[in-house]
């Protein structure tokens, strides 16, 4: 399903690093373990990574070490593979918001999983930053939320 929000307006484009067939506004899974399979799936599916294992688990890996959950309702999985060419985003929205990680940690209700080339620094910060700033506007969430029931 396509997402008609123009990201333009945070610090980075969003929507140069991700395409419609990236966006899974309905996720299935529940769970943060079950939601990055899901995504690192679609990943797969659309050619960004080869091996599912290898990048799920370098994913899951790095948000043990750090939650990614932000007190906007965002979470921003992330993980670096040298399967990855091009620094690629993929986008979903749990049926209901969760709690990503530690009992501690926000409830989460869209997630942003970044597949992150091994020598790319400075586009991953950004878009990091990108993603934090449209966490903060609340208009473009609602834009977003609106964008996946439709």
Not at 54 to 72: K, M, V
Not at 100 to 115: D, I, K, N, R
């Amino acid at each position: 399903m396509p997402c008609e929000i123009s990201c333009k307006d945070t610090a980075v484009s969003i929507a140069d690093y991700t395409r419609p067939e990236l966006i899974v506004p309905r996720l299935r899974e529940s769970d943060p373990a079950g939601i990055i399979e899901e995504l690192s799936t679609r990943l797969h599916e659309q050619g960004i990574i080869g091996d599912i294992l290898s990048f799920y688990d370098a994913a899951i890996n790095h948000e043990f070490l750090s939650n990614s959950a932000l007190p906007t309702g965002i979470a921003t999985p992330h993980a670096r593979s040298t399967q990855v060419r091009r620094l690629t985003l993929v986008i979903g929205r749990a049926s209901e918001p969760l709690i990503w990680g530690m009992q501690e940690s926000w409830p989460v209700e869209y997630l942003f999983l970044l597949a992150v080339p091994p020598t790319d620094a400075l586009d991953y910060l950004s878009l990091l930053s990108g993603i934090a700033g449209f966490g903060r506007r609340t208009g473009l969430l609602a834009r977003l939320h609106a964008a996946t029931d439709g």
